[in-house]
C-alpha cells in the first residue's frame, strides 16, 4: 500500500486543521482560552489555512479537479460529496468566528459560532474517515476503526499545535 502523497498531505494538514479548530472552539466556548483576541485570531487563521491546504491538496488528487464541482451533487450516496459539503459548512461559522476575533468584537454570536465550528470539525473529520472505511479495495482501511482513528488523530495533532500556539504567545495551556 503506497497511498499518493497529496493524500498523505490531504488527511495530516486537514486533520491537524480541523483537530485545532475543534479544541480552540471549545475551549472558547467553555471559557478555556486566553482574553487576546489576536491570539485567537491567529489560531483560527492556522486552522482554516491548514484545511484549506489539504482541501486543495484532496482535490488535485481527483483524476479530473475540474469535476469537483460536481461531486457535490451526490451528498445523498456519496462520502466524498457529505465530506465536501460538511466541509464548505464548516467555513462559515469558523469564517466568521475568526472576523470576529480579527476585529475584537465579542458579540452573542462568538459561542454559538465557536460550538457550529467544533460540530462542523467533527463532522467533516468523520466524512473523511468514512471514505477510507468505505474503500473494499484497500483491505487495511476498510474497517470500522478509521473514522475513529481520524477522529483521534485530528484530535491529537489539534490539541497540540493549540498547546504550542499558547505556549508560544506565553500562554501556559489548560
Known amino acids: 500500500m503506497h497511498p499518493a502523497y497529496s493524500v498523505i498531505l490531504f488527511t495530516t494538514a486537514s486533520g491537524a486543521g480541523y483537530g485545532l479548530m475543534f479544541w480552540l472552539s471549545v475551549a472558547y466556548a467553555l471559557g478555556l482560552t486566553p482574553n487576546s483576541p489576536f491570539v485567537l ?21 481527483l483524476g479530473r479537479p475540474e469535476r469537483a464541482m460536481g461531486a457535490f451533487s451526490q451528498w445523498r450516496s456519496s462520502w466524498l460529496s457529505r465530506e465536501g459539503v460538511a466541509a464548505i459548512a464548516t467555513y462559515t461559522p469558523s469564517g466568521l468566528l475568526a472576523l470576529l476575533w480579527l476585529i475584537g468584537v465579542e458579540s452573542s454570536l462568538t459561542i454559538p ?37 481520524y477522529l483521534a488523530l485530528a484530535a491529537a495533532t489539534g490539541a497540540l499545535l493549540l498547546g504550542f500556539l499558547l505556549a508560544a504567545f506565553g500562554y501556559a495551556p489548560a
Do not use: K
Not at 43 to 53: G, R, S, V, W, Y
Not at 117 to 143: D, E, F, K, N, P
Open 41 to 61: 485570531f491567529v489560531a483560527m487563521a492556522l486552522a482554516l489555512l491548514l484545511i484549506t491546504i489539504g482541501l486543495i491538496s484532496s482535490t488535485l488528487h
Open 113 to 149: 459560532l465557536a460550538i457550529l465550528s467544533a460540530v462542523g470539525a467533527v463532522i467533516t473529520v468523520y466524512c473523511t474517515g468514512m471514505i477510507y472505511a468505505s474503500l473494499r479495495t484497500i483491505r487495511q482501511w476498510h474497517l470500522g476503526l478509521v473514522p475513529a482513528n
